[in-house]
């Protein structure tokens, strides 16, 4: 029996307020941040962004990748206009100097924190895609995401790769199920706000376009529910799209990257020539071809691995109950395998390269979760129940240490020099830092 309006309305409802919650949630996990991660949260994103909001004299570091035009400008765009947006509600309130510095500091991390929730909440509405609305199954991967520690470590820095994570998953709730039979013109709409997102997910990161690849090759495979011609006519339908949705894509990011420049440019192959066909960022680093098999998926999972692990076997064992989670679980766990396999023959590598996977094997992992501990939070056994405080105990200790410990100095020193900067009132301080470069931030 499908829904009455009044339930239609509570679940909306529900909806909403999971929402607020996320948002309100990830924003307080972006401002109590403390450590360092990678320079690219700093140099690849807030530096150009301060650069476009405030010009060329401001005093942003520009690091030579983007002398080199191997970046996308549509990142550090967005912290651009929440630069500018800050600084016009500063001056419209004749905020402090001091005061305005911190604003300046905590907008972007807001604005993060905002593209983090949205990935939790999608990363939600894709499991009850997957396994129905209100399973128990759906609220598992709710409490996945909430509990992931490389979520609270990682998803509110203003790093390319977690606005990829967010594209990524909203994409792929848009994305149609194969053999769906819902109106194709629903299909088609979904499909092409999907492949719009991806391919703007794209255009931060080249590598992403693997994932959809392989969406878009099994939706479309002949099989026992397809036949020869409609996986023919699926895949026509899927190449209109994407060129439809990818020509307007490419076509806003050539602008924007012309106006960042001062010359047409187009980042993305630039990219995958240095990366890729050059193989010139082994300079940050070379990693053994099991990299993330053995330390890239522990560290973006940690105690959830076995459970996603379960989940891959299942969707691809067809061992998912319901047809639709099939259909959708199956070519998540297909994603997984060929994305590392093919970034694993890249000799640099980096565990947040792996993290737009992250949403999908929540998904997967999210099935095992809730039937081992059925019924879900309230397992009926003791070592259950043990182990599921083992399970919440061992992230949050690990999301406190990484968040708050590991590497928290080098943030440290900045806030202390800026402080000494403003208490002594000199108009130029310098400092030395005899370390690597790019080991702190900028400001």
Same mark, same amino acid.
């Given at each position: 029996m499908p829904p009455?309006?009044?339930?239609?309305?509570? +679940? &909306? #409802? +529900?909806a909403v307020n999971v929402l607020y919650f996320l948002i309100a949630f990830r924003i307080c996990n972006a401002l109590l941040i403390?450590?360092?991660?990678?320079?690219? @949260?700093?140099?690849? +994103?807030? @530096?150009?962004?301060?650069d476009i909001a405030f010009g060329p004299s401001s005093g942003a570091w520009i690091t030579w990748e983007w002398r080199e035009r191997l970046r996308s400008s549509l990142h550090p765009l967005l912290f651009a206009g929440v630069y500018q947006a800050t600084t016009f509600l500063a001056e419209? #309130?004749?905020? @402090?100097?001091?005061?305005?510095a911190e604003l300046l500091l905590a907008a972007p991390k807001v604005l993060q924190?905002?593209?983090a929730a949205l990935t939790d909440f999608f990363i939600w509405k894709l499991a009850e895609k997957a396994y129905g609305r209100n399973s128990q199954a759906s609220h598992a991967a709710l409490f996945l995401t909430v509990f992931s520690p490389w979520q609270w470590f990682c998803s509110t820095r203003t790093l390319s790769n977690s606005v990829e994570t967010t594209l990524t998953t909203i994409a792929l709730w848009l994305w149609p199920l194969r053999n769906d039979p819902k109106q194709p013109g629903s299909n088609a709409r979904s499909l092409r706000a999907a492949l719009a997102l991806a391919a703007i997910a794209t255009i931060l990161r080249p590598t992403n376009a693997i994932i959809w690849i392989v969406m878009a090759l099994y939706t479309a495979a002949p099989g026992a529910d397809i036949n020869t011609t409609r996986a023919f006519w699926t895949l026509a339908v899927e190449c209109r799209e994407a060129l439809i949705s990818g020509l307007m894509v490419v076509g806003v990011s050539l602008v924007s990257d012309r106006s960042y420049y001062g010359e047409w440019t187009f980042p993305p192959l630039r990219f995958i020539h240095f990366n890729v066909v050059q193989s010139l960022a082994v300079f940050y680093g070379r990693n053994r071809p099991d990299y993330y098999l053995t330390e890239?998926?522990? /560290?973006?999972l940690t105690t959830t691995l076995p459970f996603a692990a379960w989940g891959c076997w299942q969707a691809l064992s067809s061992r998912i109950p319901s047809a639709d989670g099939q259909k959708l679980t199956r070519p998540l766990a297909i994603s997984v395998i060929v994305f590392i396999a093919i970034m694993s023959l890249i000799a640099h590598k980096e565990v947040r390269f792996i993290f737009p996977l992250l949403?999908?094997?929540?998904? /997967? %992992? &999210?099935?095992?979760? +809730?039937q081992f501990f059925s019924p879900l939070l309230r397992p009926r056994t003791m070592v259950k129940k043990g182990l599921l405080i083992l399970f919440v105990t061992?992230? =949050? =200790?690990? %999301?406190?240490y990484i968040s708050q410990v590991h590497q928290?100095?080098?943030?440290?020193?900045?806030?202390?020099l800026r402080h000494e900067h403003e208490n002594r009132g000199s108009s130029n301080t310098t400092v030395m830092f005899m370390m690597p470069c790019h080991s702190t931030p900028w400001r």
């Open positions: 009455t309006q009044k339930q239609r309305n509570e +679940s &909306a #409802l +529900s403390r450590t360092f991660f990678q320079p690219d @949260e700093y140099f690849q +994103s807030l @530096e150009p962004a301060w419209s #309130l004749h905020l @402090e100097t001091t005061t305005r924190g905002c593209f890239g998926l522990p /560290l973006l949403p999908g094997l929540l998904v /997967l %992992a &999210a099935g095992p979760f +809730s061992v992230n =949050v =200790v690990f %999301a406190i928290r100095g080098v943030v440290d020193v900045l806030h202390h």
